[in-house]
C-alpha cells in the first residue's frame, strides 16, 4: 500500500511538473484548414518554420481541408484549450461562412480567441497567359457576349475569393460561372491547363506562377494595388467604383485558452513579423504582414463578422 501511494505521489508530483514548464512543453499543432499549396498553406508554413527557427518552439502544420476552410476551423473549435492546438484562421472561415452555411458547427466570436494577425492580402483575378483574356475588360465584354459562357475557379464555396467574383459580377452587371475546387491548388492546376478561363485567388496562392509568366494578373480586388504587383490595376480603377475586397490571416485558439498562452504566442509571431526576413518573405507571396495584439485583432474579427453578414445576403449565395 505504502510503495502504490508513493507511486501516485510521484507520478502526480511529475505532472505538476510537466504543466509548470513554460509554454510550450510539448510541440504545437498548427491546424491548416486548406489543402497543401495555397495562400492559407505558404503563409502556415512560413509562420511554423520561422516560429521553429526563431523562437525555438516546434511548430507542425496540419492540413484538415474541406469545405471552404471550415473542417479545420471547427476541429480547432472543438479541441482542448490547451494552446497546443491552433489555427490559422482567414475571411473566409471566419466572417464569411458562418453566414453562408446553415449548419456551421462553430460560432467564431463565440468558439475561438483570437491570437495574433498574420498578414492581409488583395484577391487577384488571373488567367493564364495563352488566353484570349488579355484586360478585365475582355472578360466582361466576353460574359455579356454569352452570360455564363466565361467560367472562374475559386478554392471553394463561401470563401470571400468565390463571392469576390459574385461581387464582381455584380458591379460589372455580367454572369460568369463559378466552378468551386478544395482549396486553391487544383483551381490554379484548372486554370493552368485551360480547363476553367479564369481564378480568383489569393495574391499568396497565385505569386509564383504569375512570377514564372504561366498567369497574367488582370486586375486586383483591393482598394489600392499591391506593393508585391504594383504595376496591376485596382478593379475600381477599371471602372468599378469602390470596389474593395481583401482577406487576412490570422492565428486563432479554442475559446478558454488561457490568457498568458494568448499573450505569449502572440508577442512571439509580433516580434517575428517585425523582422525583416519576415516581412520579406510575407511580401514576396503577395501579402501584406500586419502585427495586432490579441484584443485589436478580435475586434476586427467582431466588425469584419457583421460587415459580411449583409454582403453575403445581399449576394443571395448560401451552401447547405
Partial sequence: MIRKLLTVSVLALAAVAVQAQPYPAKPVRLIVPFPPGGGTDILSRLVATKLTEVSKWTVVPDNRAGAGGTIGIAEAARATPTGYDIVMGQKDNMVVAPWLYKNLSYEPTKDLTAIAHVAYTPVVIVTRTESKFKTLKDVVDAARAAPDTVTYGSPGNGTTIHLAGEIFNGAARIKMRHVPYKGSNPAMMDVLAGNVDLMVS???????????????????????????????????????KDFDVSTWYGLFAPAGTPKEIITTVNAEVNKLLATPEMKAAIIAQGAEPQSMTPEQFGTLLKTDYLKWKDIVKASGATIE
Fill in 202 to 240: 489569393s495574391l499568396p496562392s497565385a505569386m509564383s506562377q504569375i512570377k514564372a509568366g504561366k498567369l497574367r494578373a488582370l486586375a486586383v480586388t483591393s482598394a489600392k494595388r499591391s506593393s508585391s504587383l504594383p504595376e496591376i490595376p485596382t478593379v475600381a480603377e477599371l471602372g468599378y
